[in-house]
């Protein structure tokens, strides 16, 4: 079984514009999860998604968003980057959403750098 | 808000030693307990769990100890090996919403051989 797949794996985008990132979960995976990853912070949950509604929510601005199909694909949209943004950003799957300890199975990442 | 603390920030250990990682928990709605790994260039991967109705969890060589009156629990990996060097994370997550876990700000551990 193939595990979650993230596109791109690395990203490069300059302050003021927005990039999207995409996750394939785990196949019959219904949950899927964002996290940053930073040095400074580490590691940050942004949101979750199931049966394509947001389910849980972090502590990041508005200018972080997602959404998921009908497929359980997930994309995740920050617009009006900042160098701040620079960060690894993990997608999760699992079997269910909240309410259910599923483990949750990461991808790779995409490494976004913000020039 | 730090909610999950854990130390130490990194470990050096020798080849079939112990390894110790700590961490520690503020909020006591926290019900599962989950450790990950994490090698460069990939995603964490959960290494082992553990709910607070138990004090100790052993798998193979990893074992977690859980004190839930001191809100402390510990990562034990005994007979090192090269193999085991990576970034280790403690984790805390409530059954209410089990996808959001919360993050200790992991050990890098190195074991020498």
């Known amino acids: 079984k193939a595990g979650v797949t993230q596109t791109p794996r690395y990203l490069i985008k300059t302050r003021g514009q927005q990039v999207t990132l995409s996750c394939s979960p785990i196949?019959?995976?219904?949950?899927v999860s964002w996290y940053q990853q930073t040095p400074g912070q580490g590691l940050q949950f942004l949101f979750e998604?199931?049966?394509?509604?947001?389910?849980n929510k972090g502590n990041f601005p508005g200018r972080f968003s997602g959404r998921q199909f009908s497929n359980s694909r997930s994309e995740m949209n920050v617009s009006t980057l900042e160098l701040g943004d620079s960060a690894l950003y993990l997608c999760?799957?699992?079997?269910?959403?909240?309410?259910?300890?599923?483990?949750?199975?990461f991808g790779p990442g995409t490494r976004l750098t913000v020039l | 808000q730090q909610q999950v603390k854990q130390s130490p920030q990194s470990l050096i250990v020798q080849k079939g030693g112990i390894s110790i990682i700590n961490c520690a928990y503020e909020?006591?709605?926290?019900?599962?307990f989950p450790w990950y790994q994490q090698f460069p260039g990939k995603g964490p991967a959960l290494l082992i769990a553990?709910?607070?109705?138990?004090s100790e969890k052993k798998e193979g060589r990893f074992t977690i100890s859980f004190n839930k009156s001191a809100k402390q629990f510990s990562l034990h990996i005994m007979d090192s090996q090269p193999g085991d060097s990576a970034t280790y994370f403690c984790?805390?997550?409530?059954?209410?919403?089990?996808?959001?876990?919360?993050f200790g700000s992991g050990t890098r551990l190195s074991i020498r051989p």
């Open positions: 999760a799957s699992s079997l269910m959403g909240s309410s259910s300890y599923n483990e949750q199975f």
């Open positions: 553990i709910r607070p109705d138990v």
């Open positions: 196949s019959g995976h219904r949950s």
């Open positions: 984790a805390a997550s409530k059954r209410s919403s089990a996808s959001k876990i919360i």
């Open positions: 998604y199931f049966s394509e509604t947001q389910r």
């Open positions: 909020n006591t709605a926290f019900d599962y």
